[in-house]
């Protein structure tokens, strides 16, 4: 079984950057997907980002596009979420989550999820 663990969150000015971890133990092979998701108080919880294993390639919400950038580390089972020029409006725990099905991940119905880390971006 996949266990996912998520860190790195915290509390930051407007402006400033955090990078999030999510490591992952058990068996996960390349032809996972791995993503971060967010969910704000009083909001749902959405897409932020995600990092297809076979060919590395990434996908970026609009609300991150340019701002935030995911990577894998193989290596290590770590995928990174690197935040750039937080806005208060960044706020909200985070979530990773894998799934070998990109659909299923993108519909928040992926089959292993982290426990999440707090993002606070102050103004």
């Known amino acids: 079984e996949v266990q996912l663990v998520a860190s790195g969150g915290g509390l930051v000015q407007a402006g400033g950057s955090l990078r999030l971890s999510c490591a992952a133990s058990?068996?996960?092979?390349?032809?996972?997907?791995i993503g971060w998701f967010r969910q704000a108080p009083g909001k749902g919880r959405e897409g932020v980002s995600c990092?297809?294993?076979?060919?590395?390639?990434?996908v970026y919400a609009d609300s991150v596009k340019g701002r935030f950038t995911i990577s894998s580390d193989n290596a290590k089972n770590t995928v990174y979420l690197q935040m750039n020029s937080l806005k208060p409006e960044d706020t909200a725990v985070y979530y990773c989550?894998?799934?070998?099905?990109?659909?299923?991940?993108?519909?928040?119905?992926?089959?292993?999820w982290g426990q999440g880390t707090q993002v606070t971006v102050s103004s």
């Open positions: 990092i297809i294993g076979s060919d590395g390639s990434t």
């Open positions: 058990g068996f996960i092979s390349d032809d996972y997907v």
């Open positions: 989550a894998a799934d070998q099905d990109y659909s299923d991940l993108v519909r928040r119905r992926a089959d292993f």
